[in-house]
């Protein structure tokens, strides 16, 4: 008897695709994330000084999403979408992605953007789990 796959639908992304002119791509980003239904917040920066531009996105069914514009044509996009039935494995998934971060050398500031969660929470797992 074989075994039942369930199919997982593909994400949509929250933040479309870079073309490669920083301005122009901020600027369809700010465009798609004001018509989207599914993104309950969203703010953009650009650091004047190294040229980066950052889009950190906020969806209503929890997802958060932080795309960076690196360069021409190179982007950098980070998705967290909580998972599980219950507040407790959600909980338990995210303090699990609080330890890869750290791990990946991450501060807990950058951590807790990434999660959309407070730095003070990012630390107090550390804390408990004994990475601090």
């Known amino acids: 008897m074989g075994k039942l796959i369930k199919s997982v639908k ?9 073309a490669g002119d920083l301005q122009a791509d901020v600027m369809a980003a700010i465009q798609s994330l004001s018509d989207n239904r599914r993104v309950a917040e969203f ?10 531009g950052r889009i950190r996105a906020v ?3 929890g997802q958060n999403v932080i795309h960076q514009f690196v360069g021409p044509g190179m982007t950098e996009t980070s998705t967290f979408l909580p998972t599980g ?12 992605n609080i330890i890869a971060l750290y791990l990946k ?11 959309n ?15 601090r």
Request: aromatic residues 2%.
């Open 43 to 52: 703010s953009v920066s650009v650091n004047k000084r190294t040229g980066v």
């Open 85 to 96: 039935n219950t507040a407790a494995e959600r909980r338990q998934a995210r303090d699990a």
């Open 105 to 115: 050398g991450l501060s807990q500031d950058e951590s807790a953007e990434r999660l």
């Open 59 to 61: 969806g209503r069914d």
């Open 10 to 18: 593909p994400l949509r992304a929250l933040v479309p695709a870079s």
């Open 117 to 131: 969660c407070s730095q003070a929470l990012v630390s107090k797992v550390l804390r408990r789990e004994g990475y």
